[in-house]
């Protein structure tokens, strides 16, 4: 119980860990001066009469423990345990903070409360992968070769798209000369030169929700598309062209939308009757599907006389499919 109550680290906030209040004439010294000892909780009205109304929600909200006795914690873990995990992760924290390599070091990307809308990034009407990936771009998490390099792992950051600059986000998706090709082929191109100016991946997503939402629902799904497309060159696959990418978003774009406004879907027409063809003929009557977020297919076929007999059928399955068409 010997917590002091304006040089120890004992408020859970900040950096420094201490309130900011200022001490002034306050006769105050210890944490447990603060609690009533009759009732074993805090004492609200000194509480309330000591601290500023931050801190003083803050100190009220952290939960008391009659007769246990103050016990050091490491603040950087869930658990309060210290281990040499979370001090490595700390360091590498603090030097990508001071180089301006973290995704959060960034100020002109704060709320007005001072902190990133993190639950917003969920609540978009998107596939749950696009907005996983989304959170992890905000998160500057990708494993893009500069990330993985920092990380310690020893390999060449060239971007494997273009071989010719450093394959860190900013690159990778406004800069490459492939992701530009696309950019320009979606008309986006204005938007593109914005975004290349974002210092991190939080600004860079404030940035495109300040847009239109079909706009910026669109942008959403095209990172994720170039970013499994650029893995395919990572990898050294085949890498898919400009124009089935920008193919295959567009395509996804009108299923979220559809998604988004049911009430706008155009209602099918099913055919009820087959018609027979003419004498001396044979039918074919053929069907195919898409699936977008699995870039999958199906086709099937049967053929008949023109009696209505049955003559043969058959049916399969696309892999890598780029589009509908």
């Not at 494997?160 to 986006?188: E, T, Y």
Request: proline letters at 6%.
């Amino acid at each position: 119980m010997n917590t002091n109550i304006w040089t120890d680290p004992w408020i859970p906030r900040g950096s420094t860990r201490r309130p900011a209040t200022p001490r002034g004439p306050s006769l105050l010294t210890k944490v447990a001066d603060l609690i009533d000892p009759g009732t074993g909780t805090w004492d609200e009205k000194l509480v309330l009469d000591t601290f500023w109304p931050e801190d003083a929600q803050i100190v009220l909200n952290i939960p008391t423990a009659e007769g246990m006795n103050d016990w050091p914690a490491w603040h950087y873990d869930s658990m309060g345990k210290f281990s040499v995990k979370s001090a490595y992760k700390l360091a590498v924290q603090i030097r990508d903070q001071e180089s301006g390599s973290d995704a959060s070091s960034s100020s002109s990307v704060q709320g007005s409360d001072g902190a990133f809308p993190w639950q917003k990034i969920w609540h978009l009407k998107l596939p749950n992968k696009v907005n996983m990936f989304i959170w992890r771009m905000a998160h500057n998490s990708l494993p893009v070769r500069r990330n993985l390099a920092r990380r310690g792992v020893k390999l060449d950051t060239i971007c494997p798209v273009c071989q010719r600059l450093d394959d860190d986000c900013s690159h990778i998706f406004f800069k490459c000369k492939g992701v530009r090709a696309c950019w320009r082929d979606m008309n986006l191109e204005e938007v593109r030169t914005e975004l290349e100016m974002c210092r991190s991946g939080q600004e860079t997503i404030t940035k495109i929700w300040a847009l239109d939402c079909d706009i910026q629902n669109k942008i959403f799904v095209f990172l994720w598309r170039w970013w499994s497309a650029r893995n395919k060159a990572n990898a050294g696959e085949k890498m898919a062209s400009s124009d089935e990418i920008c193919k295959s978003v567009a395509f996804l774009s009108m299923d979220i939308a559809k998604l988004g406004n049911p009430s706008h879907e155009v209602p099918r027409t099913i055919i009820l009757k087959w018609k027979p063809p003419p004498a001396d003929c044979y039918k074919v009557n053929v069907d195919a599907s898409f699936h977008p977020r699995t870039m999958t297919g199906g086709w099937g076929f049967v053929a008949r006389d023109c009696s209505g007999n049955f003559l043969e059928a058959g049916a399969g399955n696309f892999l890598n499919v780029a589009s509908a068409l």
